[in-house]
């Protein structure tokens, strides 16, 4: 069974901190790995990694993909109130015919206070 | 720039009654998808559709659930009749491409309560 953990679950800081959430997987066939971010409803999409050791970056978020050890970090840097947010990681399973599923982690409640 | 819509926002139904949620794809998508999120819990794959075929399911996925693409732009998600674990939001997403190989862009959701 595919199986994506993120970590932490939970996470409270201050303004102008940096964070660093994880997201390992376990996923037969896989093919990508995306980050999104949560907050009132829709996931928003963030970053789509499918090579190791690439980073991608937008603005003050970065993140990177190790293929090897199975897992990917988003980080966020200078943070701002409005960072806060669930951020989900994915994992898309391209398995045997079909077009594959995204399997979801649990997500990182991200809060900063002012 | 180009959204996923989804109606109704909100739903509230009793149980045993039929629901269509309905979602408007990105227009130049040819995959779509719907996916669950129980409160509290994680976002769950429900369904794959392209070329007017059910590509992959889920085990949630059964014969009570249908999807459909009526038209050239409206995507739907039918249950036949409705059950209290029903309760969810559902999310409609699209893809210009399968299989992962592009991101996948999702809707605000259709929260649906039954009671």
């Known amino acids: 069974e595919d199986k994506v953990v993120q970590s932490p679950l939970s996470l409270v800081v201050h303004e102008g901190d940096t964070v660093t959430l994880n997201c390992s997987y376990e996923?037969?066939?896989?093919?990508?790995l995306l980050w999104y971010k949560q907050e009132k409803k829709a996931p928003t999409f963030l970053f789509m990694l499918?090579?190791?050791?690439i980073e991608k970056k937008s603005g003050r978020l970065s993140s990177i993909l190790d293929k090897k050890e199975l897992f990917s970090i988003l980080n966020i840097t200078a943070t701002q109130t409005g960072d806060s947010a669930i951020y989900l990681c994915?994992?898309?399973?391209?398995?045997?015919?079909?077009?594959?599923?995204?399997?979801f982690g649990q997500g990182t409640i991200l809060t900063v206070h002012p | 720039e180009p959204e996923v819509t989804q109606t109704p926002s909100h739903q509230v139904t009793q149980m045993g009654q039929e629901v269509i949620l309905r979602c408007v794809p990105i227009?130049?998508?040819?995959?779509f998808y719907w996916y669950r999120q129980i409160l509290g819990q994680k976002v769950e794959f429900l369904v794959s559709?392209?070329?007017?075929?059910?590509?992959?399911k889920s085990e949630i996925f059964d014969d009570q659930f249908s999807v459909e693409r009526p038209d050239g732009s409206n995507f739907t998600l039918k249950i036949r009749s409705t059950k209290l674990e029903d309760s969810a939001m559902y999310f409609c997403?699209?893809?210009?491409?399968?299989?992962?190989?592009?991101?996948?862009?999702f809707g605000p959701g259709t929260r649906l309560t039954v009671t």
């Open positions: 227009s130049n998508h040819l995959y």
């Open positions: 499918t090579s190791s050791g």
């Open positions: 559709f392209y070329n007017n075929e059910i590509s992959e």
């Open positions: 994915a994992v898309f399973n391209a398995g045997g015919t079909s077009y594959g599923k995204l399997t």
């Open positions: 997403a699209s893809s210009t491409l399968a299989g992962g190989f592009s991101e996948q862009y």
């Open positions: 996923v037969t066939n896989f093919r990508s």
